[in-house]
Structure formats: C-alpha cells, structure tokens
C-alpha cells in the first residue's frame, strides 16, 4: 500500500528547532514534488514549503530564512528542519507528494496523516 508517513513532531520551546520527516512507501515508480503543509486550528491548510525533483526549493514568506526542505531521493524521504521555532508556528504539519505509482509510473498526489507541532511555553 502507497503512503507518506510524517514522524518528527512534538512540543518545543519559542526558539526552539525540530526535525519532520516524511516517508513514501509501498511499489513506486518515481516521485515527483514534495512539499510540507500546515493547518492551525480554525485556520486554512497552507503551503509551508516544498521541493522538486531536482531539488529547487520554495517557502511561505512566514517560514523563509527559518525552515528548510530537503529530500533524500535514495529513501523516499522529505525533510522539514524547523528553527527559530514561534508559537504561531503551532499547527498539524502534512506531507505531500506527487508518487508515481505502477504499471506505468503515472503521478498521484498523495497526503500523509500529519504531525501536531506545538511551540509553547
């Protein structure tokens, strides 16, 4: 079975950094965009960050300088590294990826679980 599976997040000081970690699993051809999401209570999922295959990064104006993005293609692996930690930083954090998936490699877009980030105090 196809799926991302987010791990990493957890209850962290203002200031404070984590890592999030995202891995696709299951027969996959290839995969294509990767991008970190997040959904504060009563508030819209938004784009955090993301990367393509071939590296080239974007972030939110509210994350630049902050986080980072990576991926390790040879794991199937999407990274989230989160400095400089704020309380409005607070949110359920998503994965997301395009997976290109068999017989013929054809990309889908797929959603992890998320994780609960919490900065506080």
């Known amino acids: 079975q196809v799926q991302l599976v987010e791990s990493g997040g957890g209850l962290v000081q203002p200031g404070g950094s984590l890592r999030l970690s995202c891995a696709a699993s299951g027969r996959l051809f290839s995969i294509g965009n990767m991008g970190w999401y997040r959904q504060a209570p009563e508030k819209q999922r938004e784009s955090v960050a993301g990367?393509?295959?071939?590296?080239?990064?974007n972030y939110a104006d509210s994350v630049k300088g902050r986080f980072t993005i990576s991926r390790d293609n040879a794991k199937n692996t999407v990274y989230l590294q989160m400095n400089s930690l704020k309380p409005e930083d607070t949110a359920v954090y998503y994965c997301?990826?395009?997976?290109?998936?068999?017989?013929?490699?054809?990309?889908?877009?797929?959603w992890g679980k998320g994780t609960l980030v919490t900065v506080s105090s």
């Open positions: 990367i393509t295959s071939n590296g080239r990064t």
């Open positions: 997301n990826a395009d997976l290109g998936l068999p017989p013929l490699g054809q990309l889908v877009n797929y």
